[in-house]
């Protein structure tokens, strides 16, 4: 005995009852452009936040590789090292943090200190020190010191049939008092020794 299916919305409903839905039939006819009734939209509508949700919660699956982290540069890694020496040895990096610290905590103060001054002499060398290195190279080999001022040194001009003699620098010597400048083997040893 064939069993007719009933026409409409009835057979809809009774196609629903028994079991899930064939979700993907529904989602084939509503990618065609056909319409579904409110009940079977309301349900491929769930299953696909259900199916986005699994894919979500997969993707936040860290593999063994994960999480990837760009390569430490040098000084990153130095700062690094430098952290984790001072987390191990400090409990309290500040003065404020020791005094609301627990009873004892002045035991670590003389680390505290040193602390402290490896910080401000790093920080100096860094920020105050070398950056004014090549400042002071270039005063240096730009400016001579006159009695008085500072007044910029301009090379002299040299002209054909003039005499003149190239030297390094270490083999320049000057008379701290005439500040006239003069070359270590045209000066006698004793007035060498004299000036220094």
Known sequence: MASSVPSGTAASAMARIPGMPDLER??????????????????????QLRQ??????????????EPLHPPLKWWEKIACRERAYWNKKLEYKTFADML????????QL?????????????????????????????????FERNPGNMVASSSTS???GDEYQTAKRSDIVVDMKTLQRYHKDD???EELKRWR
Do not use: C
């Open 100 to 107: 609301q610290g627990r009873t004892g905590a002045f035991r």
């Open 187 to 189: 000066v006698p040893e």
């Open 158 to 160: 040299v002209f054909p």
């Open 26 to 47: 529904l989602q084939k006819i509503k990618s065609s452009g056909g319409m579904l009734d409110s009940i079977d939209e309301q349900r491929l509508r769930n299953h």
């Open 52 to 65: 986005l949700r699994r894919k979500w919660i997969f993707d936040q699956r860290l593999s063994a590789r």
């Open 110 to 142: 003389p680390m505290l200190m040193l602390y402290k001054f490896q910080r401000a002499t790093r920080n100096t060398l860094v920020w105050i020190y070398l950056p004014s290195i090549p400042f002071l190279a270039f005063m240096y080999s730009h």
